[in-house]
């Protein structure tokens, strides 16, 4: 046999000359859940290992994120019902909104993260909904107008990059002109592309309490914005939206059980591809792994890996600080 492709597996060394595919730190965001208050770290029950941080303890946290590598984050708030209305005005109030004010906080003690918000009504909706809800319809033009407002306030606190997660028709276009014409022209805009009606976001909405509220004139899920799993060439008519409308970022969510959409958008796009690694796609590894069925050390990794091969140049994921600890301590094959 003149041909052994085993002989270049023989050693770490030879591995490490014929490997395809790397994974830095600088390819990795980690997800981090707020609330309001002072002192708070609470577990997320159905992600363990993820908390819900106060903004004082967050900058705690930020600051051991950045000795291990990790140097950029998205920040998600979850806001008490008292404070939530229809139309999210909580969302773009920069004196009162603690979500604005840990942007402030975190780029005051760490002027070199890169800080990445979350673009959608959620959070502060009493119904639930990324978008304004009228007789049982999600509107989407009447919502683009609070989309933009949310995203000015956020760009004002200090975010590197706005993160519109809605999925309503236009908004990126809209938003990179409310941007633009308030001056914040270097501040980016990360799309969710891609973003379907998923099975995998449960322990993501337990976090921050966003389910849709349950009502008779409240649409049940969020089918009508977000894409169908069945579709895969829907997924470039929404990436070349995005993309002429000034994106500079495009997301698939979820990221596992998506690869293929992940790869057919780095086939078709020349700027970066992102992905999300969802909650529900890492508590399932997590269960796994606290049953003794996988190795976290080796299945984790793999995971991420998979995700950065199909064509993800960046990796939302809650496992980026475990990762960087494993680089830390020399615990990965390189």
């Known amino acids: 046999m003149l041909r052994r492709p085993r002989r270049n597996r023989f050693s770490p060394i030879t591995r490490g000359h014929l490997r395809e595919t790397h994974l830095g730190l600088n390819n990795l965001v980690y997800p981090l859940f707020l609330v309001e208050g002072e002192g708070i770290k609470n577990e997320v029950s159905s992600l363990p290992g993820n908390f819900r941080w106060s903004v004082d303890r967050l900058i705690e946290e930020v600051g051991e994120c950045i000795a291990l590598g990790i140097n950029t984050f998205i920040l998600f708030p979850a806001f008490p019902d008292e404070k939530k209305d229809k139309l999210a005005t909580l969302s773009y109030d920069l004196e009162n909104n603690f979500y604005l004010d840990a942007f402030r906080q975190l780029k005051k003690h760490y002027p ?113 914005y977000q894409m169908d799993p069945a579709n895969k060439r829907e997924a470039l008519v929404e990436g070349m939206l995005d993309f002429e409308e000034g994106a500079d970022y495009l997301m698939v969510k979820p990221a596992l059980n998506y690869l293929d959409i992940i790869h057919l958008m780095k086939e078709h796009f020349d700027i970066p591809i992102s992905a999300y690694h969802v909650s529900g796609e890492c508590a399932m590894l997590i269960a796994a792994c606290q049953n003794g069925w996988l190795d976290y050390k080796i299945a984790m990794p793999e995971t991420l890996l998979s995700i950065r091969r199909a064509g993800a140049s960046t990796i939302l994921t809650y496992f980026a600080k475990d990762y960087a600890k494993m680089v830390k301590n020399g615990e990965l094959e390189s």
Not at 171 to 199: E, W
């Open 112 to 224: 070199n993260t890169c800080l990445i918000t979350d673009v959608a009504m959620d959070p502060y909706s009493v119904d639930g909904h990324d978008g304004i809800v009228s007789k049982g319809q999600i509107l989407n033009d009447e919502t683009l107008d609070i989309l933009g407002k949310m995203a000015l306030a956020q760009a004002k606190a200090g975010a590197d990059i706005i993160g519109p997660s809605d999925m309503m028709d236009g908004r990126v276009g809209h938003i990179r002109t409310v941007l633009d014409q308030s001056g914040f022209t270097n501040t980016g805009i990360m799309s969710y592309t891609a973003k379907y009606a998923s099975a995998f976001y449960g322990p993501f909405r337990d976090a921050l309490d966003s389910a849709p509220r349950e009502d008779a004139d409240i649409p049940k899920d969020k089918k009508t």
